[in-house]
T-cell receptor, first 109, second 113 residues
Framework: RKEVEQDPGPFNVPEGATVAFNCTYS??????FFWYRQDCRKEPKLLMS???SGNEDGRFTAQLNRASQYISLLIRDSKLSDSATYLC??????????FGTGTRLKVLA | DVKVTQSSRYLVKRTGEKVFLECVQD?????MFWYRQDPGLGLRLIYF???????EKGDIPEGYSVSREKKERFSLILESASTNQTSMYLC????????????FGDGTRLSIL
């Protein structure tokens, strides 16, 4: 089993739709969690950290479920500009950042 | 904002050459990392450093070495470039505690001919 798993997609959604991605992790001792956005041939950019209580930033909401060992990202009112690959990152120690292979989102006009 | 700068966006080298990739960060971060990213494989850690002159192997260190002589600079060296090292190379830095995210440079797309 991979340490961090994501559905590769692509998720094809119309503009204005709500879409959610999950990411599962295998190490119950994992300490911190992040979502990154990566555009084609560009570097990953931090979208948001994921806190135990959940957190929201505009149209984006991240949740952590420690009991079931997954994190989620919800995007409301999808825009064409949200089309990208979304990477889940799990930190199991100061130097150990484990990346999922990403979920590809396409928002269609 | 954290700024991580990689020396080249695109680089073309020949098999057998010694290749240097440079990375500089301006946030006084203790930790710096080198990854490569290939289609279908995601990001794979090559080396990381948690302090000046300190380095640790990542998951795929073979064929690479690193240097960290100053806190802000972390160099990746391909001792004798081979075609299977053609890839996107990403440098990242992070602060000293595990709940701090990594910040990435723009990446270097390296082609070995």
């Amino acid at each position: 089993r991979k340490e961090v798993e994501q559905d590769p997609g692509p998720f094809n959604v119309p503009e204005g739709a709500t879409v959610a991605f999950n990411c599962t992790y295998s190490n119950s001792a994992s300490q911190s969690f992040f979502w990154y956005r990566q555009d084609c041939r560009k570097e990953p950019k931090l979208l948001m950290s994921v806190y135990s209580s959940g957190n929201e930033d505009g149209r984006f909401t991240a949740q952590l479920n420690r009991a079931s060992q997954y994190i989620s990202l919800l995007i409301r009112d999808s825009k064409l500009s949200d089309s990208a690959t979304y990477l889940c990152v799990v930190n199991g120690g100061t130097y150990k950042y484990i990346f999922g292979t990403g979920t590809r989102l396409k928002v269609l006009a | 904002d954290v700024k991580v700068t990689q020396s080249s966006r695109y680089l073309v080298k020949r098999t057998g050459e010694k290749v240097f990739l440079e990375c500089v960060q301006d946030m006084d971060h203790e930790n710096m990392f080198w990854y490569r990213q290939d289609p279908g494989l995601g990001l794979r850690l090559i080396y990381f450093s948690y302090d000046v002159k300190m380095k640790e192997k990542g998951d795929i260190p073979e064929g690479y070495s690193v240097s960290r002589e100053k806190k802000e600079r972390f160099s990746l060296i391909l001792e004798s470039a081979s075609t299977n090292q053609t890839s996107m190379y990403l440098c990242a830095s992070s602060g000293p505690v595990s709940n701090q995210p990594q910040h990435f440079g723009d990446g270097t797309r390296l082609s070995i001919l």
